[in-house]
T-cell receptor, first 114, second 115 residues
Framework: QQQVKQSPQSLIVQKGGISIINCAYE??????FPWYQQFPGKGPALLIA?????SEKKEGRFTISFNKSAKQFSLHIMDSQPGDSATYFC?????????????FGTGTRLTIIP | SAVISQKPSRDICQRGTSLTIQCQVD?????MFWYRQQPGQSLTLIAT?????????ESGFVIDKFPISRPNLTFSTLTVSNMSPEDSSIYLC????????????FGEGSRLTVL
């Protein structure tokens, strides 16, 4: 069964702190792992993505850590800001140019407090 | 990148009626998808909209309930038929861009409330 399990469901972090959201998957055929950010009333927007040939990818304050053997990946937001308050979804798919059907995690509502 | 326009952005519908959602993209795209996001929930793929042929539906979704059209490479419609309160959701159009990144873009969604 193609599932992506995401935790925590909600997260409150102080401004300037590190926000960490975790995802685990079952299907070892997954080879594309994006994170989406969704603000209220908006569609999800791609934040950062990783393929399993690397263990980490960093873009600005956002980092994906990937552990292939454990079938887990996580999003780290450094120096979290109130503008980062949103719902974050991890996802996985098989082949970015083949089967583009993303399987989404259940989402994490992140709140950054001053 | 791709700019996706969805109409309507929201609607309140009566049980038993049908509503058609339109998705317009500002450029030609190969792949278009329709997702459902129930309140406070994750996104679930309904179907892949195929240009010039019948849509490909995911398990649990059928053409009679969610007919989809895609007459060209920039436009698609999703109809939610014979609606019930359980169909109250956000329906999202998404497109896959070509090129090296192949990023999946989403529209802002159509929020349907069925009374």
């Amino acid at each position: 069964q193609q599932q992506v399990k995401q935790s925590p469901q909600s997260l409150i972090v102080q401004k300037g702190g590190i926000s960490i959201i975790n995802c685990a998957y079952e299907n070892t055929a997954f080879d594309y792992f994006p994170w989406y950010q969704q603000f209220p009333g908006k569609g999800p927007a791609l934040l950062i993505a990783i393929r399993p040939d690397v263990s980490e990818k960093k873009e600005g304050r956002f980092t994906i850590s990937f552990n292939k053997s454990a079938k887990q990946f996580s999003l780290h937001i450094m120096d979290s800001q109130p503008g980062d308050s949103a719902t974050y979804f991890c996802a996985a798919s098989i082949g970015n140019f083949g089967n583009e059907k993303l399987t989404f995690g259940t989402g994490t509502r992140l709140t950054i407090i001053p | 990148s791709a700019v996706i326009s969805q109409k309507p952005s929201r609607d309140i519908c009566q049980r038993g009626t049908s509503l058609t959602i339109q998705c317009q993209v500002d450029s030609q795209v190969t792949m278009m998808f329709w997702y459902r996001q129930q309140p406070g929930q994750s996104l679930t793929l309904i179907a892949t909209a195929n240009q010039g042929s019948e849509a490909t539906y995911e398990s649990g979704f059928v053409i009679d309930k969610f007919p989809i059209s895609r007459p060209n490479l920039t436009f698609s419609t999703l109809t939610v038929s014979n609606m019930s309160p359980e169909d109250s959701s956000i329906y999202l159009c998404s497109v896959l861009t070509s090129g090296n990144t192949g990023e999946l873009f989403f529209g802002e969604g159509s929020r349907l409330t069925v009374l």
